[in-house]
């Protein structure tokens, strides 16, 4: 029989995490879960440090061919899932204990639901706490999806966390097309969105887990590309479903898109030295 859910993990050069994360998930107190992990080529140990857990009746192990950035071995991943439920877990992020077991039981008790999701806390890379809590407060349990939708645009942001913070109902998922790469800093919010137009979102309030930063992902570059990615992303949800999106959602979008480019800026040069210390104790240059 197929496990409730599947946890998938695409690694890449995650070698001085990938322990970590993978323990995060083999650690959980739900246990109807299968677990794969599929290494896009990396040029480090991450795919000799995976070959520990290749006894693990939970774990399957998958190599992807080199090219096709992360949507190749996000979509790898996926296409290998088997579980009604599905969690992606980047390779240097980590679970909270409990999480897994919390959002299926969400799920399980909406059925008209087709991701849950949780905040998540920031660490750096030696997995030392920097923020607490990120993430939004939805307020009451379940949330139309349509809603969610617009408060995602209307933020100018990804209000719903990173990948390990959601879990699909994998059918909905697969229905919307998979993850969407047409915006690929927004890979991830562009495929919630696509799936909450099918259905519900409920909100879990325990921490999913910890997003680790590092000091070179806040660059001035990146930030406004994710600006503008961002803002082309609202342009086709308001062409396609203009009765989700309107035009003031839209324009306010754009709006805060910008200022969040800013923002993630000011926040980088605040913890800046925090991040540059951890990544020293944890052995990286």
């Avoid at 503008?228 to 062409?239: F, I, M, S, T, V």
């Amino acid at each position: 029989m197929s496990p409730r859910l599947t946890v998938v993990i695409p690694s890449y050069n995650n070698a001085e995490f990938i322990d970590e994360t993978v323990r995060s998930v083999l650690s959980q107190d739900f246990y109807d879960f299968e677990l794969v992990v599929a290494d896009h080529s990396s040029t480090d140990e991450t795919w000799a440090r995976l070959q520990a857990y290749a006894d693990d009746p939970r774990v399957r192990l998958l190599q992807t061919p080199a090219g096709g950035g992360a949507p190749a071995n996000w979509t790898r991943v996926t296409e290998a899932a088997t579980g009604e439920y599905l969690r992606l877990v980047p390779g240097d992020d980590v679970l909270h204990p409990g999480t897994l077991r919390d959002h299926v039981e969400a799920l399980d008790e909406q059925p008209t639901a087709v991701l849950a999701s949780s905040p998540r806390s920031l660490i750096d890379a030696s997995s030392a706490t920097v923020l607490r809590r990120r993430g939004r407060d939805w307020g009451r349990r379940l949330v139309p999806g349509t809603e969610a939708v617009r408060a995602t645009v209307r933020a100018g942001t990804n209000v719903f966390g990173e990948p390990f913070c959601v879990t699909f109902r994998r059918s909905a998922l697969l229905e919307a097309g998979g993850w969407y790469p047409a915006f690929p800093y927004l890979i991830d919010q562009a495929s919630y969105c696509r799936t909450l137009l099918r259905g519900d979102l409920v909100a879990v309030p325990g921490l999913a887990g910890g997003f680790r930063l590092s000091s070179t992902q806040w660059s001035v570059a990146l930030s406004a590309e994710q600006s503008r990615q961002a803002r082309g992303y609202h342009a086709e949800l308001h062409r396609e479903h203009p009765d989700v999106v309107r035009t003031a959602d839209r324009r306010l979008g754009d709006l805060r898109a910008r200022v969040a480019a800013q923002s993630r800026r000011l926040v980088y040069l605040l913890l800046k030295r925090r991040m540059q210390a951890g990544e020293r104790v944890a052995g990286r240059p």
